[in-house]
């Protein structure tokens, strides 16, 4: 149609070399790689939209990009929301991948509804992932708990500092801290020693 014309037109552009100012050089602002049919940016091009700053994606950019993702590519698509502010966008990508199963999809689910104040979803999806094992779901399960249930936060934070959480390891100090210091001492330079 005329949004593939359009976009046609526009790679036409973009990938046909000008002459250089000194009038010795010849540059285009992407080029195309037809064995591997992908495009490049040239570095001068992202030095410059980063010296103006990113603008806002519009929407119907994330739309096309949930419409065109695979499995792989929405789970980033959704993070890429997240970082946006794009909730309702990383919502749309994730929760396809958790209802497969996803484990990070169903954390990062959690997470998301956790932000939004849904504390009941939040929990469901935190709790399906680490009923598959996902660490960083135990973590965050306990960040969910720790003013509701300290038992039960200090239970998840144990769980995922015991499989190597640094940041469950430093929760779970800050938790023992009053009650056990010196259990809080060594769960925290045990945090440490990971970096």
Known sequence: GDATAELDEALEWAVEPVLGAAK???????????ATDSLSVHDYVLDEDQRRGSAAVPDPVWEAALDHAGDESRFAVGVAGFVAGKGDIALRAWRPLAESGDTAAMTNLGVLLLADGERDAAQSWLQRAVDLGNVRAMYNLGVLLKDSDRDAAQHWYRRAAEAGNTDAMTNLGLLLAGVDPEAAQRWYERAAELG
Request: no cysteine.
């Open 24 to 34: 010795k050089t010849r540059q285009s602002l992407i080029t195309l790689d037809d």
